[in-house]
Every structure is written in structure tokens, then in C-alpha cells.
């Protein structure tokens, strides 16, 4: 089965340093989402993307946070400066928009991120 | 936004069906009804979805009230399995968003 891959699994990093999460979407999916997860706000929409473009990043704090798709395979979310705040489990998800606008999302398994 | 209401939490006994419900009395003609669940320590996991019929997969059923305010997610035939957060949600154009969903419990 095809899968949306995310790198890394788990980051413990430093306050003030900078974050870079990854997200191989699955192959010919063209619709990308960034979420959230904390045990407090739950599953958080932070951003999506539609055939490379943003659409929505209004989940984002703007002034630490940015989400690009550099090419169809690659979608990466940054976190600069990282806060103990930012500590989270990160989700990446596709849909294959070809399949209409409600094709079902496929996840990644996640990026657990720790901020010292 | 359209927003859901589940409960927190249900048990179910192990091979027996579960009715999971979901309540959405704002939704609009165009939200569709997204079911996910999401098991231990990984990424969500669609289920169905469904705009105004019922609807079935290999997964589970999803059943529609006639005025579209409610819906309920069914599992025919429960396993340990099936122990998970499930989400309802009203998806509207490339938007879905979560709610704190239902924490399934599946007892042998």
C-alpha cells in the first residue's frame, strides 16, 4: 500500500533552534495537510496545500512557522525559533484531489517533536 | 464553522456491533460527514464518509438521519482491534477539521 512518509520520527531539539519536518506525499496526491497533535488542543489544522499552492495556513503561528511544498514529492514545515510550546506530534496527510474533493485523507505516522 | 458532537467515550464487548454517534445540527447541504479513527501512536485512519445516503464499506456502515443533524458511524462486529479515537467531521471544500471525538474501549 502506498503511504505518506514522514522524516524524522521523533526530534528533541533546543529552544531557539531550528525545525524542519518532512512529508513525502503519497505518489499523484495533490491536495497536502499539516496538522497538530497535543494532548490539550487535540488534532490541530495548521495548514493545506492544493496542487503545490497554499490555500490555508491560517492555523499557523506566522511568525515561527512555514509550510512549502518545493516540489509535488516534498512538502516541509519549519519552526524558527523552536519554543517548549512547539512540542507536539506533527501530522502530514494527502488526497488525491483527481479522486474529487472529498477523496479520503491518507496519514503519516508523525513526527513527535520535543523542545527543550 | 460546522461543528460535531460526540461523546467522550464507549465500551463495547468484543464481537458485537457499536453504534458510534455523531451530532451536527448546523451542518450545511454541502458539508460531506467524514468518519476517521486514529488507534495508538499513529496517524488517522479514514473510515467513510457520506453526504446524504447511507453508505457502506468493508470498514463499517455509516448511517445518515433524513434531516442530515445527526449520523451514526457502525461497526457491525467489534474487535480489540477497533479500540481507537473515532472522529466525525464535516468536511467543507479542502477544510476538515478535527473535534475531541470518541474514545472506543473494546472489552474481550
Known amino acids: 500500500d502506498a503511504r505518506v512518509t514522514q522524516t524524522p520520527r521523533h526530534k528533541v531539539t533546543e529552544m531557539g533552534q531550528e525545525v524542519t519536518m518532512r512529508c513525502q506525499p503519497i505518489l499523484g496526491h495533490n491536495t497536502v495537510f499539516w496538522y497538530r497533535q497535543t494532548m490539550m488542543q487535540g488534532l490541530e489544522l495548521l495548514a493545506y496545500f492544493r496542487n503545490r499552492a497554499p490555500l490555508d495556513d491560517s492555523g499557523m503561528p506566522k511568525d515561527r512557522f512555514s509550510a512549502e511544498m518545493p516540489d509535488a514529492t516534498l512538502a516541509t514545515l519549519k519552526i524558527q525559533p523552536s519554543e517548549p510550546r512547539d512540542s507536539a506530534v506533527y501530522f502530514c496527510?494527502?488526497?488525491?484531489?483527481?479522486?474529487?474533493?472529498?477523496?479520503?485523507?491518507?496519514f503519516g505516522n508523525g513526527t513527535r517533536l520535543t523542545v527543550t | 464553522d460546522a461543528k460535531t458532537t460526540q461523546p467522550n467515550s464507549m465500551e463495547s464487548n468484543e464481537e458485537e456491533p457499536v453504534h458510534l454517534p455523531c451530532n451536527h445540527s448546523?451542518?450545511?447541504?454541502?458539508?460531506?460527514i467524514h468518519w476517521y479513527r486514529q488507534l495508538p501512536s499513529q496517524g488517522p485512519e479514514y473510515v467513510i464518509h457520506?453526504?446524504?445516503s447511507n453508505v457502506n464499506n468493508r470498514m463499517a456502515s455509516l448511517a445518515i438521519a433524513e434531516d442530515r443533524k445527526s449520523s451514526t458511524l457502525i461497526l457491525h462486529r467489534a474487535t480489540l482491534r477497533d479500540a481507537a479515537v473515532y472522529y466525525c467531521?464535516?468536511?467543507?471544500?479542502?477544510?476538515?477539521?478535527f473535534g475531541a471525538g470518541t474514545r472506543l474501549t473494546v472489552k474481550p
Open positions: 467531521i464535516l468536511r467543507v471544500n479542502n477544510d476538515m477539521r
Open positions: 448546523t451542518i450545511s447541504g454541502t458539508d460531506y
Open positions: 496527510a494527502s488526497g488525491d484531489g483527481q479522486q474529487g474533493l472529498y477523496s479520503p485523507l491518507h
Open positions: 457520506g453526504l446524504t
